[in-house]
């Protein structure tokens, strides 16, 4: 057996060769495996090289790539730096020690919004700030010819926008996480007819009435915010962000939901993050090559800037995550930002049919054409009354956000709802058994002009004509029955007072913006169509309404309570302490 068979079968029982001949190899083999192991060694370091070069940004840029940059440096920047002042005095208007979740919201929810206008017209003005960075871009580059990179700038632009993204959909994810943004459809609403109502208002409650399928993409968005504040994570954050956010672009599209501007504007900042790592994504996914990442850090000798950058993150990730989750947590328990708030009359709550009707002592028989009867009467579990009349009624076309303080402004109980359902908000007196009630529907027109009126500003003359009742048209009211009806404006007076308003929210809802919002909005407040009913009832099988409607004629309501079960499963996860 020759010395190479040995060494062979040894390596082929892997077995350890007792013969130490047959270990030690010729000349010529020592002298070619020499040769193959410097050559391996070699090829080792080259290729280290190789990947050491791969791993940094290139020092020098094509000429097209440095124009680029500069345009998409200033169009970012003015789409992440907030150019209105009252976004930093607001800083200084919060109570800190009584946040509400609106005011973190407001700081993280910054887009530019210079041009006045809905829907579209939050595109202009990106077009705007893009026609801007253009011309800017042109100037810097006829300024700054010899400029071979702009790493470290790219850096510092990545990085704004990173945390610009990331605060940004945490506090669009919070609302989803602890389901305030698409509540569950209240009592009113699940006896809307389907058709009543809009294609946006249909999608949300498609959502609302699975909550947990919310609070799901709710984490979703909560973790791409996360992901987004660590650099090592960053692009797989946009990676989720750019999906999540895509998606929810295109249903508003759809769905006309009215926040397309807004979630364009994380899938935007996701591009951006995602457009240097686009060609190693496609090597390592499509072409399945081998592909090491573009890493680029700066590196702080200076232990002030070290300090700096960690008391910097740590304070952003403790108030934007920590203290966002806890006022939205409290937002939800007893304060949810899209329901009122206040209890209603806890003997009242549910749904009624209408066992009679009379208006002006005259009894109303049913009818399907008829439109002055009421059918189909709720009580919410908050403060407010719902019924159904067969005529047409103003269809609010918004989403019912935004960030009223004042129940009454409220407003998703009616966004997007048709078919006749009137939607009141009561304040009751609960010794003499009277509701105090006023439309929820209101005017843009009106609100916009009521923001306008001084707050000494007169009222209209008490003796002023007001327009023609439905019933008169009618012919149902005689003159003498009108004569003998008591006047609205006496019972207003018994509304309740700032002070009275601010004792039905829960104290644990009732934050510093909360106080002053209140009160801010009932010096802004415009007619509305006011009703002032007495209500009476034994075991709330049956309820006794009379008193005055919109119209200023007197009506009587005889509801006979209906515990309809209903197809849809009640909530588990429902907002608010009622």
Same mark, same amino acid.
């Given at each position: ?51 050491? =070069? ?32 009252? /976004? ?37 003005? /990106? ?26 700038? *790219? ?80 692009? !797989? ?64 000798? =200076? ?15 403790? !108030?934007? !995550? ?59 579990? /908050? ?52 509701? *105090? ?28 004509? =007001? ?28 509304? !309740? ?82």
């Amino acid at each position: 057996m020759s010395d190479s068979t040995t060494h062979s079968e040894s390596v082929i029982n892997n077995e350890p060769d007792t013969n130490s001949e047959a270990q030690i190899p010729t000349g010529k083999n020592h002298t070619s495996e020499a040769a193959a192991g410097t050559k391996r060694d070699a090829d080792a370091e080259s290729r280290s090289n190789r990947n050491a =070069e791969s791993n940094l940004p290139p020092r020098v840029w094509k000429s097209y790539q440095k124009i680029a940059f500069r345009i998409a440096f200033i169009f970012f920047i003015l789409m992440t730096i907030p150019e209105n002042p009252g /976004w930093y005095t607001q800083w200084f208007q919060f109570d800190w020690t009584s946040l509400h979740y609106r005011d973190l919201y407001d700081i993280a929810r910054y887009q530019p919004a210079f041009i006045r206008g809905a829907g579209y017209y939050g595109y202009a003005e /990106w077009l705007v700030l893009f026609a801007v960075s253009i011309v800017g871009g042109l100037i810097w580059t006829g300024l700054d010819r010899k400029r071979t990179e702009y790493n470290v700038l *790219y850096y510092w632009l990545t990085v704004i926008v990173r945390y610009r993204a990331a605060i940004g959909i945490i506090g669009f994810a919070f609302t989803k996480v602890l389901p305030v943004q698409m509540p569950y459809p209240s009592t009113g609403i699940l006896n809307t007819n389907f058709g009543d109502l809009t294609a946006q208002k249909i999608y949300w409650l498609s959502i609302s009435i699975v909550p947990w399928y919310q609070v799901f993409a709710g984490v979703v968005e909560l973790s791409a915010g996360i992901l987004l504040l660590f650099r090592k994570t960053a692009v !797989l954050g946009a990676i989720i962000l750019f999906g999540a956010l895509g998606d929810i672009v295109y249903v508003n599209f759809a769905y006309d939901g009215g926040v397309h501007v807004y979630s364009s504007y994380f899938v935007l900042f996701a591009a951006f993050i995602l457009a240097k790592e686009m060609p190693k994504i496609y090597n390592l996914f499509i072409l399945e090559r081998y592909t090491v990442p573009v890493n680029f850090d700066l590196n702080f000798k =200076e232990q002030w800037l070290k300090t700096t950058r960690i008391v910097l993150k740590t304070g952003v990730i403790f !108030l934007f !995550l920590f203290v966002f989750f806890y006022i939205q947590l409290n937002n939800f328990l007893y304060d949810p930002y899209k329901q009122p708030a206040a209890k209603g009359v806890s003997k009242l709550r549910g749904y009624y049919q209408v066992a009679e009707f009379k208006l002006n002592n005259q009894v109303i028989p049913y009818s399907p054409q008829d439109s002055l009867a009421w059918q189909d009467v709720t009580f919410e579990n /908050w403060t407010t009354l719902t019924f159904k009349q067969n005529r047409p009624v103003p269809l609010d076309l918004s989403n019912g956000g935004g960030s009223p303080m004042r129940d009454i402004n409220r407003t998703f109980e009616i966004a997007g709802v048709g078919g006749g359902r009137r939607v009141f908000y009561y304040e009751a007196d609960t010794v003499n058994h009277i509701l *105090y009630l006023q439309d929820k529907y209101r005017d843009l027109s009106a609100l916009r002009a009521g923001g306008k009126k001084k707050k000494g500003r007169k009222q209209a003359p008490a003796n002023q004509q =007001e327009p023609e009742s439905s019933q008169q048209k009618h012919g149902l009211v005689a003159d003498q029955h009108k004569k003998s009806k008591p006047e609205l404006g006496k019972a207003q007076a018994s509304f !309740l007072t700032d002070a009275q308003e601010y004792a039905q929210v829960d104290p644990a809802g009732l934050t510093g913006r909360r106080l002053k919002g209140i009160t801010a909005e009932r010096a802004l407040e415009t007619g509305r169509k006011r009703m002032v009913l007495h209500y009476s009832t034994t075991d709330g099988k049956e309820v006794i309404l009379k008193g005055i409607n919109e119209n200023k004629d007197s009506v009587s309501v005889i509801l006979h309570r209906v515990n309809r079960q209903y197809a849809l499963k009640p909530s588990t996860l429902s907002a608010g302490k009622y």
